[in-house]
């Protein structure tokens, strides 16, 4: 109820893009998964994660393609795996289509198992506004070419749009046509840098607007 958290608190932190008229401020899941760095052109979180990347990228890959997860409420990781499939072995050590051994409990688990694969499934549990986790990071970190599905593309603000293959669940045959693409062009998607020149001053910009604005409150 939005009418009923701005009358009940001064900032209302979550999801949804910044609309300070509504006390809103957007703070988007995934950064909680990492360490805040300054940012310098040598220490700061997208250097982090496109070091990772350039690592596991270059890493030799033993497998096709990973999901990691527990369940499939909403369907969509089904119909992007089933798909998939047609072109190779999708390896599951997570519960749902458990196929493999399982694996350990920590994201650095995680990234080392699916950076043996070439691609990485790593759909949203759900759609919402400004709704972005760590998935596509994580499939990132692990030098794969994510297979993503969401509100919408992710970060567009952040993350280059060839990096990534953007499954449209909705529509067969987009999905069909981005699948096969991404299969045999591969090497289009490895190339290049993955997030935008203007990336870091976005991600700042979340963290600062957050401080403002909580100092603002206090100072009053």
């Known amino acids: 109820n939005d009418d009923l958290l701005i009358d009940t608190f001064d900032l209302i932190v979550g999801f949804k893009h910044t609309n300070l008229s509504k006390k809103q401020i957007r703070f988007p899941l995934w950064l909680i998964y990492y360490n805040y760095y300054n940012y310098d052109k040598n220490d700061n979180i997208l250097t982090y994660i496109q070091n990772c990347y350039n690592i596991n990228v270059n890493k030799n890959k033993n497998l096709f393609s990973t999901i990691i997860s527990r369940h499939d409420r909403g369907g969509q990781r089904k119909i992007i795996c089933d798909e998939l499939e047609k072109y190779g072995f999708i390896n599951s050590p997570g519960s749902f289509r458990n196929n493999a051994k399982e694996i ?63 499954c449209d669940i909705y529509n067969k045959n987009n999905l069909q046509e981005s ?18 020149e203007n990336a870091g001053e976005k991600i700042n910009s979340f963290y600062s607007t957050l401080f403002e604005n909580i100092k603002i409150i206090l100072d009053k």
């Open 104 to 166: 350990g409990k920590t994201q650095k688990d995680k990234i080392n198992y699916i950076s043996n694969g070439i691609y990485n499934i790593c759909p949203e549990n759900s759609k919402y506004e400004g709704y972005c986790t760590e998935k596509i990071f994580q499939a990132f970190e692990g030098g794969t070419i994510p297979l993503y599905w969401g509100v919408s593309f992710p970060e567009i603000d952040i993350i280059n749009k060839n990096k990534y293959c953007f």
């Open 179 to 196: 699948i096969k693409n991404v299969v045999l062009n591969k090497n289009k998607y490895i190339d290049g840098d993955l997030f935008t």
